[in-house]
């Protein structure tokens, strides 16, 4: 799975099964948590491939998580490939 593929995952997957996703890559996101990130998933396009995931779309994850579980949250999504 790449970075791009995880946030299309807020689309189509039940927060349960985000929730275990997230985890496995040692992220624990709460199901407000994943709720409140799904309208940035929506925001995703086809030049995300090239560019990555914008820098505005990153700062609202952290508001969302908080500075330190975003940070984990970033690692992950640097972690897989784009």
Known sequence: ???IEMWESLLTKSDKEIRKLAKQYGVDLTIEEIQNLR???EKANFTWL???IPDDVLKEAEKILGTKKY???KAMLDNLNY
């Open 1 to 3: 799975m790449n970075a």
């Open 39 to 41: 309208p940035l998933a």
């Open 50 to 52: 090239v560019t990555g």
């Open 71 to 73: 940070k984990k949250y």
